[in-house]
């Protein structure tokens, strides 16, 4: 089953100054961190932003081409956690034909804040991730249960802008 996600907010890990985009459920308190690269984070800080340049930048060229060819993207997903890896899929219309195109999830997310469009998280990819943050070599990993609380217990309040 697909949750409904927002872009919550962007840190920093404290321990590897590695940027991580927080997504938020819609609907509840569930929280998926996504540790990213700088320069996806800079893209997608770029448009909560509202940073415009005075020439298109990679994710607004994505969108420039899509709209010119007459598609549209109707969702982005990520839709699984495989080796400390997350995947995503960007849903492309066109008038005849849709497509699920591969992408990392930073930039799937960059591209949707672009075109509006809804991001989704599969149920099974929470799961995951939990388990995954859960569990170092077979041992409860304490550090990974105080980052679930911190992130289930964030609100708007405590990110004020999204800076980096």
């Not at 940027?19 to 459920?25: S, T």
């Not at 929280?31 to 909560?48: K, Q």
Request: proline fraction near 5%; hydrophobic fraction near 45%; glycine fraction near 4%.
């Amino acid at each position: 089953m697909l949750l409904e996600m927002k872009v919550f907010g962007l840190t920093v890990d404290p321990v590897t100054n590695s940027p991580i985009v927080i997504l938020k459920a819609v609907e509840g308190n569930e929280a998926l961190p996504i540790w990213i690269g700088i320069l996806e984070a800079t893209a997608i800080a770029s448009e909560l932003e509202e940073v415009k340049f005075s020439r298109p930048m990679t994710h607004d060229l994505l969108k420039n081409v899509i709209e010119t060819v007459g598609a549209q993207v109707e969702k982005v997903v990520v839709c699984d956690l495989r080796d400390n890896t997350y995947y995503a899929l960007i849903y492309l219309k066109t008038p005849t034909k849709q497509y699920e195109i591969d992408a990392r999830p930073s930039d799937a997310i960059a591209l949707a804040l672009r075109v509006n469009a809804p991001i989704f998280v599969d149920e099974i990819v929470l799961e995951k991730s939990k388990q995954a943050a859960q569990t170092q070599e077979g041992v409860e990993n304490e550090e990974a249960k105080k980052w679930t609380e911190i992130l289930e217990s964030l609100s708007p309040e405590d990110f004020g802008k999204y800076k980096m």
